[in-house]
């Protein structure tokens, strides 16, 4: 059972990051106050992973949901992610997904509102308190081919301290102020999408977050986090038809807060 979900814990395929759980189910709502404007903008998440094991093979299907809401648009992500981990032996393991993603408006919706994405990522494994990983990230944006390598580690420091994560996209450090009862830590995100809007044009959204985070769980499996932080490098970017090149829009590095609820299976004990 403890290698069935050491495997599972590679499923963090959206976020790319390596961490000492997994959410089974997960809902998060975000908001923050745009700079130019003052005007809300807020981000909807929610992700359900069924993981099938059989044998040394493990089918890592889910479905994720985001909603971005910012100036009147709403912006829709929508992904069914296929993933498959292989125990390869020698303290190596293998995984693959396939992510094919509706990114729109969800007005007018045709084949251009569709993305395909896919990863590799390879885990060796040191000792039981240390592992590293790398591999590569591949999703057919709007605004064009986008590729990027992934390298990351997962380190238990000790009883209480962990750090981990998969470069560029997420680094965790958490610290078990009361374990299995109040934990807290510091994060690391990088998010680069694109959503399809009207024909042959696009909506671009690049941030990068540093957040601090408090994880209550309120009974074993099932945790509320808050966690709050501030934007870093943020960018919305607009392609419209006929142009060839993209025009920014009114971006800031502002705080913002997130709630979350989770069904969450730890993997350390």
């Known amino acids: 059972m403890k290698k069935f979900l050491l495997a599972i814990a590679c499923l963090v395929v959206q976020t790319a990051a390596a961490q000492p759980f997994i959410d089974i189910a997960r809902a998060s709502f975000q908001q923050w106050a745009e700079e130019s404007s003052g005007d809300a903008t807020s981000r909807l998440f929610g992700r359900l992973a069924i993981p099938i094991e059989k044998g040394m093979h493990v089918m890592l299907p889910a479905v994720t949901f985001e909603r971005y809401e910012t100036g009147g648009e709403r912006l829709y992500g929508i992904a069914m992610p296929l993933g498959y981990i292989h125990d390869a032996g020698g303290n190596w393991k293998a995984g693959g997904w396939i992510i094919p993603r509706l990114s729109s408006n969800l007005e007018d919706v045709t084949g251009d509102h569709y993305q395909l994405g896919a990863a590799v990522l390879m885990t060796r494994t040191k000792s039981e308190d240390f592992s590293f990983k790398f591999g590569a990230y591949y999703n057919s944006e709007f605004f064009g081919f986008y590729m990027i390598p992934l390298a990351g580690l997962e380190w ?20 078990k102020l009361k374990p299995g009862r109040l934990h807290a830590g510091a994060l690391f995100e990088s998010v680069k999408n694109s959503f399809r809007t009207i024909p042959d044009s696009y909506i671009k959204i690049l941030d990068n977050q540093l957040r601090l985070f408090l994880d209550a769980y309120l009974l074993k499996n099932v945790v509320l986090s808050i966690d709050a932080g501030q934007s870093l490098f943020r960018e919305y970017k607009v392609r419209l038809p006929g142009e060839e090149r993209e025009f920014e829009l009114d971006a800031g590095d502002n705080p913002s807060i997130r709630v979350t609820l989770a069904y969450r299976v730890r993997l350390d004990g």
């Open 156 to 175: 238990k420091i000790n009883d209480r301290w962990y750090l981990g994560g998969i470069l560029p996209r997420k680094l965790l450090v958490e610290y």
